[in-house]
């Protein structure tokens, strides 16, 4: 049988990425309460192709990742994805695989227990000795400063990103306002490159004690009460939450610190139809 | 050019549906300030297909669409589906068209003007002397309990359907807290059964009177004073918001009452990751 | 503390559904293969509102779905409605939950093995003695023609929706064309009212089998030429697609045959950037 | 009345990016056939906020772009940014305003005529003389090698995207099968550096042509004829399309050449649930 895909490409067009998009798995990560958890996630891979080959083999990409679906910690991330660059030839390999990630939460003051959900995504790449390293070199051409960096002749770049939905309170409605104060959802995204292990679960605790107050799937009365309060005696601008996040991260007791990460924070405004948002990044 | 659409069918299984979805076209609607609005819309257009024929004509959907969509004020929507359903032959053509509709708005206390977005839709169904109406006979399987009582020899049926964003306060965290209250952005969709012409501009503006407040593209920081103070003088839960606006609907001055018509209400709650929501239905 | 939800209210306006949308939990579920299966759930859990009280008690939809997420099988799904009824002291409860379910299943000739995702929900709504069946009783305004049948003193009504990928080639194409013949992906949705218990994996099945071909997620070069084959030689309009499936779930065998059952079909077309879709529904 | 925003902030962590999301307009823009054309348009609009100022004034970014809705050409959305930035008193201004563009098709054969939807999208940045450019200036962190260069001053930078749904019909199916070959929609991305005045038209039609077949609105048996045999005479895989579509640009007629662009290509293959993708870049 004919090997199209092995064929010389005489176009001499170099291909930065190639691979598959929106595979969608159930997979096990790591979880602090239980061990691990099974969730379900949706996985991009990628790799290089060289200007002379007429195209990929896309199958590979799935049996590799149909291996490791059953234990992707973040150090079997990567691993899958040296895997996949062996095995399709490739000078670099990418991915992104995006799960829900659910953390039992107890309410403030009632104590009842609930479940949340916060979306989190992997996403990386690997090269091989003689994987110069392009500028694009991160999944779906998100920029990343942190790679400019590493050009050494065999690596990888690992980032993880965790989005937190909050409470906040504007601190200029409550200023201004002889009664109330407008409030709203939030979400606040922090992606971080990896620099030694570190639990999700920490990162979430982190984000929701920078915003106006944290939100929860269950309160009795005697919650709402706290929350409410909580969140008028706390008021944050998109601008205060990604600040206050940022200095946590700073901060966080890990074994070696971020390097490098960046926090957004999004106010679903209660009373506009479009969202404040702000922007910050930290290389160190 | 044989013709496999035409040939018969013989596993006597009749359709009720059949015909494209998706369609996307610049379209043009009515509109009280500048007479017209030009905007985008998104169509999905069916007939249905009597079980001994093998299948339907999807192009001629399109040329009908394409020549109603420089002008698709409520009548000529009607007018277009009834075209459709003399083109394929058919006993019953049903029609949902979706678009956003926009207003220009004044914020309340400095008069600012921006535009704010409000998704409306269509929704119609034309059947002809030996059109027996199905019970499934508007599009997308919605209910419909106006249509029952319409199996006439020849007739129609029509629904507007409109979504406003609103603000909304929690009487419950009001009353319950020290300061403050937890508020946030909601949708309300009205749906109605047509009886006779009216402005979707008037549908919006009753819709934001029954809210704790509207909410507004530009805002001064004196408006922002304005409507946290208006909101928080006005308490709203979904419950709450879903009766005021049944009740503003049943005294609506129109020429001819609405005969049916349904309202729900959706709070993106400030202090949970998921909505409150509230659903009432009228039937003249 | 003040009951403000409790207080009795004079507007005289019922609410058909009130109740939270949009909850995202982990649940666990049957699996043929695996005698469970834990996966990723989004629900939306409503009751009915008297008119004489002000508001529902949100948080006690949580904490029962918070009981039954670690089992929620078909019989569980009733059983879980049921007990938000009574504990929210309702006529009437309604729920939906959607979410993927995850089939390994392999490559037709290189037996490679590989992950399916099928979206998935279950749709139920139950009453009590007193609770006289409202048209609208199904979840989100669907309509359900068979609940028109079972306005009982008590009762319940179950649904369930499965949603499968696969591959269509046009008949017309092939039959006008020189060589080749347009295809593409296609989703079947299909949506039975339960009568006895059948496994989610053998409607699946009966779907991929009515396609022109299945699709899967590894496919080897052997494999790609099956499918292909497979394809041309069982070219099926959306019509086709709805009529085999509509004769195959009329024949299924089960301890009783169902009552009701809709079936759609929409095609992705790959020479229109919009769909073809047909609908079909059967009552017994 | 205070001004909270204005206060002096302590944290010491400016924030590279700060404004409103998602604001819904009806914007117009330049066509060729027409003059010009009323669309529906979403917009990003951020600033700089140097380190000591506590918040930004959200606002004025709705005020200004209020102005500018009625007429944004290319050259009007920079003029535009670059009036937020003055009024904002910032060093740097970002924006990006995503729009449907629609465009009139004759079908190939009949010549029966359509409109087309293609999903467009302005991204810019601009920057005052103080403003030294920080690597992340374009909205959204999205990646621009080109930027690096442009370290000026005072200036600015300016990206147009373009998607294109196409027709891919797959080489390696065709050669390995006795008959037929798997086709589907795919959907092209190209992301340009303006450099001179172009029409999105012939973008348009520069990717329809490095396809396997374009998609039409309408078209008729003997147009279906028409483009099957034309895709099946044109096999493509996403690796292929890309490459065409970069040589293509490289060589497009311009006053002056593009300097920096991207080419992605995804398809929904008709024979698998998730999608095949290439990206391919272009630095000049």
């Not at 080959?53 to 490791?68: A, L, P, Q």
């Not at 040296?82 to 990630?101: H, K, T």
């Not at 990888?156 to 409605?173: A, D, R, W």
Request: hydrophobic share 35%; glycine share 6%; proline share 4%.
């Amino acid at each position: 049988m004919v090997d199209i895909q092995n064929e010389k490409d005489e176009r001499a067009v170099p291909l930065q990425k190639v691979g598959v998009k929106g595979v969608q798995y159930p997979i096990t990560v790591l979880d602090r309460a239980n061990g691990t958890q099974v969730t379900t996630g949706t996985a991009n891979l990628f790799v290089n192709l060289p200007h002379h080959f007429k195209g990929t083999h896309m199958s590979r990409f799935i049996e590799v990742f149909h291996e490791y679906h059953g234990d992707l910690s973040m150090k079997r991330f990567l691993a899958m994805l040296e895997e996949i660059r062996v095995n399709l030839e490739a000078e670099r390999a990418f991915g992104r695989l995006s799960f829900p990630f659910f953390i039992e939460k107890e309410a403030p003051v009632s104590r009842q227990k609930g479940m949340m959900r916060y979306d989190c995504s992997y996403e990386g790449a690997v090269w091989g000795p003689g994987g110069k390293l392009a500028k694009d070199s991160v999944v779906d051409t998100k920029t990343t400063s942190q790679l400019e960096n590493q050009k050494t002749s065999k690596g990888h770049s690992f980032f993880i990103t965790v989005k937190v939905p909050v409470t906040t309170l504007c601190p200029c409605s409550k200023a201004i306002s002889d009664y109330g104060a407008h409030n709203q959802r939030g979400i606040v995204t922090v992606k971080v490159c990896y620099s030694s292990f570190f639990w999700i679960e920490d990162l979430v605790t982190l984000i929701e004690k920078s915003a106006s107050a944290p939100v929860y799937s269950v309160l009795k009365r005697q919650d709402e009460k706290f929350v409410t309060e909580q969140a008028y005696e706390n008021p944050r601008f998109v601008e205060d939450l990604v600040r206050e996040v940022y200095l946590g991260l700073k901060e966080m007791p890990l074994e070696k610190p971020f390097k490098w990460f960046s926090v957004q924070a999004e106010n679903f405004e209660s009373i506009h139809n479009h969202s404040a948002w702000a922007y910050t990044e930290y290389e160190g």
